[in-house]
């Protein structure tokens, strides 16, 4: 069975800073992509950045030059440094990673149960 353990998320001070990390554990035989989504009530999830095997990235016009996306495939996380962070960031910021098990080799998409930022002063 593949889990994705989120954490991170708190209160924190309009500019400040914040890094999320998502862990996957289980029969996992490879990683492919590894996104970071959020949401806000009443609003549709949104994709923040993404990371794929290749190291090759993409980011929200809403965060370049502010987030950054990073990953190591050791340690089967994704992590996602937040810099500058603004009232607008306020969300539940979910990660999903995109796995082949060990077992069956089958390709499924995991997600994080959602960890909540929040940017207030």
């Known amino acids: 069975q593949v889990q994705l353990v989120e954490s991170g998320g708190r209160l924190v001070e309009p500019g400040g800073s914040l890094r999320l990390s998502c862990v996957a554990s289980?029969?996992?035989?490879?990683?492919?992509?590894m996104p970071w989504y959020r949401q806000t009530p009443g609003r549709q999830r949104e994709l923040v950045a993404y990371?794929?095997?290749?190291?090759?990235?993409n980011y929200a016009d809403s965060v370049k030059g502010r987030f950054t996306i990073f990953r190591d495939n050791a340690k089967k996380t994704v992590s996602l440094e937040m810099n500058n962070l603004k009232p607008e960031d306020t969300a539940v910021y979910f990660c999903?990673?995109?796995?082949?098990?060990?077992?069956?080799?089958?390709?499924?998409?995991?997600w994080g149960q959602g960890t909540q930022v929040t940017v207030s002063s």
């Open positions: 999903k990673q995109v796995i082949v098990k060990d077992d069956d080799f089958t390709e499924a998409d995991y």
């Open positions: 289980g029969n996992i035989w490879s990683i492919d992509l």
């Open positions: 990371i794929n095997n290749n190291e090759q990235t």
